[in-house]
């Protein structure tokens, strides 16, 4: 008997599908739902996107304002040119990026920046998450603390082998570089005591923001690999400003790729902060023995 019935038809990798159902509330699919396969191995989407990040390397990085700002929006006027749902996601990660350029992210426990610090942070991922919800109607950023998956032995294993790593390297590259003098030398309890939090605090908002927006967001549109150099670019272009100079990309770099691929991986952001929460307790003590090598003397260098 004959039908007039279509087959469902393949939703291109850069359509923005939560418009077709804005009110839903079912979870938005992620990446593996389309697979790269699926996805052209390069597009013109890429120019808009290559150019959000560079945006990010010369406003943190290079320090730029207005160059940093003129190349932004010329980058979201591309990509609603090109993808409306691209420039939707891509907006999204420029928002983040213009709070954060707002202020400086200099190391600095003084109370005044320690808060002005923090909540610029906080609202540069709080800001395109509830864009995300109430305007756009849709979940596309999301924080999956429970994945449901299993870690496997090789994951857990090297959750043990980062303060390894970070005990061999970080003091040498601190201290060898001198880039422990772009953090201020504490000795007060209550400074020690912010100093830490910010180190913790900073970490956290590193994973929320470079991984479960800006990646995320990145991945919506462009192979895992894509995606990862572009969150990349702007996770170590912040790094820079935040301290780590001198050959610092040269562990950021990676650390930055790392990142982004274990929660390919493991689908976890629980996982990913406890690489980084653990990274980053070596980070603090390595700053606060290379100002004052009686503190924690125990590292190699």
């Known amino acids: 008997m004959a039908t007039n019935a279509q087959p469902p038809q393949k939703r291109p990798a850069g359509s923005d599908t939560p418009d077709a159902g804005a009110g839903s509330n079912a979870p938005e699919p992620g990446p593996e739902a389309t697979g790269d396969e699926e996805r052209p191995r390069f597009s013109r989407a890429l120019i808009p996107a290559i150019g959000v990040s560079l945006s990010a390397f010369l406003l943190f990085g290079l320090q730029i304002g207005w160059p940093g700002h003129v190349l932004l929006v010329a980058s979201l006027v591309l990509a609603f040119v090109f993808d409306r749902g691209l420039f939707k996601d891509l907006l999204l990660i420029g928002i983040g990026i213009t709070i954060v350029s707002l202020t400086s992210v200099k190391a600095d426990v003084s109370w005044d920046r320690f ?16 864009i995300d919800r109430f305007v756009y109607k849709r979940r596309a950023i999301r924080f999956p603390f429970r994945s449901g998956r299993k870690w496997t032995l090789v994951q857990k294993s090297y959750i043990g082998l980062v303060p390894l790593l970070g005990w061999l390297i970080l003091p040498f590259y601190f201290i060898r570089s001198g880039a422990y003098l772009n953090w201020p030398r504490i000795t007060d309890t209550s400074e020690l005591v912010r100093f830490f939090i910010g180190v913790n ?37 912040f790094l820079w400003e935040l301290g780590y100079t001198a050959w610092g990309p040269l562990l950021t770099v990676p650390f930055a790729l790392l990142q982004g691929y274990i929660f390919t991986k493991t689908k976890s952001l629980t996982y990913v902060l406890i690489v980084h929460l653990t990274f980053d307790l070596v980070v603090f003590l390595a700053i606060v023995h290379a100002h004052n090598p009686d503190f924690f003397p125990f590292f190699l260098y």
Do not use: Y
């Open 115 to 130: 808060i002005t610090i923090g909540t610029v942070l906080a609202l540069a991922v709080s800001v395109p998450f509830l």
């Open 201 to 237: 605090a900073v970490g956290t908002w590193d994973e929320l923001f470079f991984i479960c927006t800006c990646f995320a967001l990145l991945r919506r549109h462009f192979p895992v690999w894509q995606a990862n150099l572009l969150q990349a670019t702007i996770f170590v272009s």
